[in-house]
């Protein structure tokens, strides 16, 4: 669901880039006592947050559309971080995205975190995953409440998608053929994300209990050991390096959207000054694009660019968030001592 550019007016993508830096200012606001207390958080955080980037990379078939989709990945990090450093995370996965790997614009970086993020963060988690799975915490609520929060965070995103496009005047907008095949395949792809979700959730869960603090609907567990974070670590670079390799490549579901209804940029939509600058800045700083080289390769060349690609981006996001929480959390520390 990653926006190109293109589609967005720079006073729809302003602000939206508005409304999103106000998200992330509460967030950083939230996390100040959180990061002063606990460094493990700071390294779970970025492991997590580097598992999906690479779980991004792998776009899985949807059966009889000849469309595809990839997790967001929100609702997970929800689980794990709590909303406000899974939002912080969402907000360092796409930003390396568009501006290392030219996977969704950069005028359009708002507006992708805002629908792929705000509404599973703070609509989605707090008021469906989490009541669902607060009292009795079992593999069927995980299940049921992971596949809900998923479907209902992706439909208000899907649905986000349309409305900045239209008042974005853009593109010629048939705006109820664009609505109803958004809506339905967002559909399908929130459920299959939402089994995803209650999957890793669960083994976790099992096999990594320290991550959660009483159980997996607790927002921030302290990781006590780090063999859960080597067991997501390990698993970011496998997918980003080995199982990228076999995703789909059919269209998303944004882009078989945009197919299917036939949407056309206005002529001259793309001639104005700050879409220009946002481009080169695009172009200037993505050493892999679109996840490969950035020259012509066929092949098992082509192969190892993805691979590169995907390693490249799991390393980069790991370090970016480590990094990053690690001065939120001294910022916290001195803080404290001052109070």
């Not at 990839?70 to 990090?77: D, R």
């Not at 709590?82 to 005028?107: E, H, K, N, T």
């Not at 067991?231 to 970011?236: D, E, F, M, T």
Request: proline share 4%; net charge neutral.
């Amino acid at each position: 669901m990653h926006m190109a550019d293109a589609f967005l007016s720079p006073a729809v993508g302003g602000g939206m880039w508005a409304l999103s830096a106000a998200a992330v200012g509460v967030s950083i606001r939230k996390n100040r006592e959180l990061t002063g207390e606990s460094n493990r958080i700071v390294s779970l955080t970025a492991v997590s947050a580097a598992f999906i980037f690479a779980a991004q990379m792998i776009n899985f078939t949807i059966p009889g559309t000849g469309s595809s989709g990839h997790i967001a990945g929100a609702l997970f990090l929800c689980i794990l971080l709590g909303p406000y450093l899974s939002f912080l995370a969402m907000g360092a996965i796409l930003l390396i995205q568009a501006l290392f790997f030219a996977d969704g614009g950069i005028l359009a970086f708002g507006a992708n975190l805002f629908n792929m993020a705000f509404f599973t963060n703070f609509i989605a988690y707090p008021l469906i995953y989490r009541p669902l799975t607060k009292k009795t915490v079992s593999k069927k609520r995980i299940f049921g409440a992971s596949i809900l929060g998923s479907v209902a965070g992706l439909q208000m995103g899907a649905f986000a998608v349309v409305l900045q496009t239209l008042l974005s005047g853009r593109v010629e907008l048939p705006f109820t053929a664009f609505v109803l095949l958004m809506q339905p395949i967002h559909l399908a792809i929130g459920i299959i994300e939402g089994m995803i979700t209650a999957v890793l959730v669960s083994y976790l869960s099992t096999h990594a209990p320290d991550i959660f603090d009483d159980s997996p609907a607790a927002a921030y567990g302290e990781v006590k050991s780090g063999r859960s974070l080597g067991l997501i670590g390990g698993a970011a670079f496998f997918c980003a390096g080995i199982v990228s390799l076999f995703a789909s490549s059919l269209p998303d579901g944004l882009e078989w959207s945009i197919e299917g209804a036939g949407l056309s940029l206005v002529p001259g939509a793309v001639s104005g000054g700050i879409h220009q600058g946002a481009e080169a800045v695009q172009e200037f700083f993505s050493f892999l694009p679109d996840y490969g080289f950035a020259f012509e390769a066929e092949g098992a060349l082509a192969a190892a660019g993805t691979t590169v690609a995907g390693i490249a981006g799991v390393a980069l996001t790991g370090l970016v968030l480590y990094i990053a929480g690690s001065r939120m959390r001294r910022t916290g520390v001195k803080r404290n001592e001052v109070e």
